[in-house]
């Protein structure tokens, strides 16, 4: 998957960014040479691309798999086993996603989560498989690249960040495996979230499967804990709040 991002105008920033800062504590300019040097170094590494890329296993995984998977229970089972896979090889958190398209069945595009690896806080297996479709596709809205609908199927339910973006997304069907308590449980910080949130998707014209094949996916959970696995959690931070 592969973001671009446009460099820096000079010409859109003001005069006297470029030839020096106000330091909001003592009221000074900042050494103008410092400040270009900074803006030379932030344009510089705007210039290129956000690259969030899968793990090198993943072609191997794919070719080993006849598509199209029959049902959602199959399905699940294997975006479990892309899970494990993904903890087996050290790439990345212990969640996997999958799109498949509502018609055919076909596997449009396929996550993990690689927050770690990327030093990314957005690299999400639903985030990186709905990225990775949309880019593939050439289209934001996934409603319009796939006519005949989509599903979306998520190993955990989807935290605070992925339960805002994927309406956004284009899907029409989201199926997932461990909940949201099976998640915590272990650790991560899964954010607010509203309880009635999944009324809300059907508003929306997305439908939702929720806990299909949970007490597998809760089981990886539990075993990505107990191996030593990495939970990284934001809000763990000390802030120096007594």
Same mark, same amino acid.
């Given at each position: 998957?592969?973001?671009?991002?446009? !460099?820096?105008?000079?010409?859109?920033?003001? /005069?006297?960014?470029?030839? #020096?800062?106000?330091?909001?504590?003592? #009221?000074?300019?900042?050494?103008?040479?410092? %400040?270009?040097?900074?803006?030379?170094?932030?344009? @510089?590494? /705007?210039?290129?691309?956000?690259?969030?890329?899968?793990?090198?296993?993943? $072609?191997?995984?794919?070719?080993?798999?006849?598509? $199209?998977?029959?049902?959602?229970?199959?399905?699940?089972?294997?975006?479990?086993?892309?899970?494990?896979?993904?903890?087996?090889?050290?790439?990345?958190?212990?969640?996997?996603?999958?799109?498949?398209?509502?018609?055919?069945?076909?596997?449009?595009?396929?996550?993990?989560?690689?927050? %770690?690896?990327?030093?990314?806080?957005?690299?999400?297996?639903?985030?990186?498989?709905?990225?990775?479709? /949309?880019?593939?596709?050439?289209?934001?809205?996934?409603? /319009?690249?796939?006519?005949?609908?989509?599903?979306?199927?998520?190993?955990? &339910?989807?935290? @605070?960040?992925?339960?805002?973006?994927?309406?956004? !997304?284009?899907?029409?069907?989201?199926?997932?495996?461990?909940?949201?308590?099976?998640?915590?449980?272990?650790?991560?910080? &899964?954010?607010?979230?509203?309880?009635?949130?999944?009324?809300?998707?059907?508003?929306?014209?997305?439908?939702?499967?929720?806990?299909?094949?949970?007490?597998?996916? @809760?089981?990886?959970?539990?075993?990505?804990?107990?191996?030593? #696995? &990495?939970?990284?959690?934001?809000?763990?931070?000390?802030?120096?709040?007594?």
């Amino acid at each position: 998957m592969r973001f671009e991002s446009r !460099s820096i105008d000079k010409r859109s920033v003001p /005069q006297d960014t470029l030839t #020096g800062a106000l330091n909001n504590r003592t #009221g000074t300019l900042t050494d103008s040479t410092n %400040v270009d040097s900074n803006l030379r170094e932030t344009t @510089a590494s /705007q210039a290129g691309a956000i690259r969030i890329d899968l793990p090198d296993w993943i $072609p191997r995984f794919l070719a080993s798999v006849t598509t $199209p998977l029959a049902d959602d229970r199959e399905r699940m089972a294997w975006v479990l086993d892309l899970a494990r896979e993904n903890i087996r090889a050290g790439t990345g958190g212990p969640f996997g996603a999958a799109l498949f398209a509502a018609d055919s069945g076909r596997l449009i595009a396929v996550g993990v989560n690689r927050v %770690v690896p990327a030093h990314c806080s957005i690299a999400h297996a639903e985030m990186v498989a709905i990225a990775t479709a /949309q880019q593939r596709l050439g289209h934001y809205d996934l409603r /319009q690249a796939l006519p005949g609908g989509s599903i979306l199927y998520s190993s955990a &339910e989807p935290c @605070a960040m992925c339960l805002g973006a994927l309406p956004w !997304s284009g899907i029409d069907r989201l199926v997932y495996a461990a909940s949201d308590a099976d998640v915590r449980a272990i650790g991560f910080d &899964e954010g607010d979230k509203p309880s009635d949130w999944i009324s809300g998707y059907a508003r929306r014209g997305i439908q939702v499967t929720a806990e299909l094949l949970r007490e597998e996916a @809760a089981d990886l959970l539990r075993g990505y804990a107990a191996n030593g #696995g &990495e939970i990284y959690d934001p809000t763990a931070t000390d802030h120096g709040d007594s």
